[in-house]
């Protein structure tokens, strides 16, 4: 593989890892809450999205099919994601510990649901678009092109809402000081439930793209939130654009050292950049001390 393909490769995966690390540094960033269930929407989307096309495939044509399951799919995650923190989370939110190992234990008990109704046999998603192009003489399948546009959109979008909307505003306003945001009225509670929700929609895309390009099986979540995990502390944690300026060099990363060693050696690779940027610079790129 060359040095092109793998910076063309790793874009898409670091397009995709940026959805993901995005929604978990938001989180992180507005309400103090390292969710480990992170990673459990990225596979609930790329099920659920699978179960509702397998269901409107049988009576809608294939490509309406695709866009109606992954619509109800990504607002299915979405609100799965408010309950966890409803009924899970908001009760210790003040214990950070006790956050930790209830998301965690959260995490754990979907997956095994999804090994109980769909053993370890990996899925994939039928594309939206078939058929390849050539970049710089390398053949690019335009799922994977689509893939990456619509996470850039995603990501567009989403600093476009935080930073032009009064809701968006609202939301920065809270994860700068949650006590100052309550004293001019805003109602954190609700900022804390739709920075939950727009986090497990930023994480069922990710996954529904994923599967449509490689495949995903009820493990994946706890990869995902691996990556995800170093991509925050690599961007900084709470730092949203920090996190996407990581999640491309994670990608690059994931894509070089699965080419010259294996893909088991990616995740290896991702645990020892937690660790030696845990200790070299802490606050990683663009987080704060």
């Not at 965690?104 to 997956?111: C, G």
């Not at 990556?227 to 949203?240: D, E, M, Q, R, W």
């Not at 990363?253 to 088991?264: D, F, G, I, N, Y």
């Amino acid at each position: 593989m060359s040095f092109v393909e793998i910076v063309i490769l790793g874009t898409v995966i670091g397009g995709v890892w940026a959805l993901v690390a995005s929604g978990f540094s938001l989180v992180f960033g507005v309400s103090r809450i390292l969710n480990f269930a992170h990673g459990t929407y990225f596979a609930l989307g790329a099920y659920f999205s699978l179960v509702f096309y397998t269901v409107f495939s049988t009576f809608l044509p294939p490509y309406l099919s695709l866009l109606i399951s992954t619509f109800f799919a990504v607002i299915l995650t979405g609100i799965t994601g408010v309950l966890v923190y409803l009924l899970t989370v908001k009760p210790i939110r003040n214990y950070e510990v006790m956050v930790i190992l209830v998301t965690l234990a959260v995490a754990l008990f979907i997956k095994e649901i999804l090994l109980m109704f769909f053993s370890d046999v990996s899925i994939s998603i039928p594309p939206y678009i078939s058929g390849c192009t050539y970049i710089f003489g390398i053949p690019i399948t335009y799922s994977r092109v689509l893939a990456l546009s619509i996470a850039i959109i995603s990501i567009i979008a989403l600093d476009v809402f935080t930073n032009k909307t009064k809701l968006g505003k609202e939301i920065i306003a809270t994860s700068q000081d949650l006590e100052a945001a309550m004293l001019v009225g805003i109602d954190v509670e609700k900022i804390f439930v739709i920075v939950m929700f727009i986090s497990s929609i930023l994480a069922a895309i990710a996954g529904i793209l994923y599967a449509q390009i490689y495949a995903v099986n009820p493990m994946t979540a706890l990869r995902v939130l691996i990556y995800a995990f170093a991509i925050v502390i690599l961007g900084g944690l709470g730092s949203v654009r920090g996190s996407i300026l990581a999640a491309f060099i994670i990608g690059y990363m994931q894509v070089a050292v699965s080419t010259l060693l294996a893909s088991e050696w990616a995740e290896i690779v991702a645990m020892v950049a937690i660790i030696v940027i845990l200790i070299v610079r802490p606050k990683g790129l663009m987080g704060v001390e």
